[in-house]
């Protein structure tokens, strides 16, 4: 989960568990929603940045909750 640590507070709440079989999707939806631009399986230093700016904006939280939920239903 590396680059996952600051997401995992929002991947609780949203009620996701992180399977082999779901890990890709999500990583790619927390790339694109932070709008990374490395590539994949590659962990920015920004990211912890973003996690906490994203886990302190409850807008911008609830809306990656949503698009990881929907990209996993």
């Given amino acids: ?6 997401f995992s507070g929002i991947l609780k709440e949203a009620g996701i568990d992180v399977t082999e079989e779901n890990r890709t999707q999500i990583d790619r939806v927390i790339h694109d929603f932070i709008g990374e ?3 994949y399986e ?3 230093p920004d990211w912890s940045k973003m ?6 904006d409850e807008n911008e939280k609830k809306k990656l909750i949503a ?5 996993l239903s």
């Fill in 1 to 6: 989960m590396g680059c996952w640590k600051w």
């Fill in 37 to 39: 631009k490395a590539r």
């Fill in 42 to 44: 590659h962990c920015s």
């Fill in 51 to 56: 996690g906490k700016k994203i886990s302190a």
């Fill in 67 to 71: 698009k990881l939920q929907a990209s």
